[in-house]
């Protein structure tokens, strides 16, 4: 799994957030990707609108916001390290 780069299109949500990734995911297309909302992917948790999780980690922490308020069933599926110290954790959500 590969992160979009350059040219993708691209959703803005302004009604209810689930309802939006569940219509996305009735198209035709590839992964669904959020970028930089813990309120949002929380919601989204919430609504159990997520099938997987990519974290890119980086060793160095800022804020006190967590990823996850509560526990979570994940499985880890994939780990990649890089030279710059940061890691690629890919998580399934079972349910």
């Known amino acids: 799994m590969t992160p979009p780069g350059g040219d993708f299109p691209a959703a803005t949500v302004t009604r209810d957030p ?3 990734i569940r219509e996305l995911k009735e198209q035709s ?3 669904i990707w959020l970028w930089g909302s813990l309120k949002l992917m ?3 948790l919430d609504a159990g609108a997520v099938d ?3 974290l890119l980690v ?3 922490s800022r804020g006190k916001a967590r990823v996850f308020e509560d526990s979570r069933d994940l499985k880890l ?3 990649t ?3 710059n110290g940061l890691a690629l954790l890919r998580y399934e959500i079972t349910k």
């Open 81 to 83: 390290s890089f030279d």
């Open 29 to 31: 297309g590839k992964d």
């Open 58 to 60: 980086c060793p160095a």
């Open 42 to 44: 929380h919601s989204l």
């Open 52 to 54: 997987e999780i990519t």
């Open 77 to 79: 599926v994939e780990a």
């Open 18 to 20: 689930a309802a939006t």
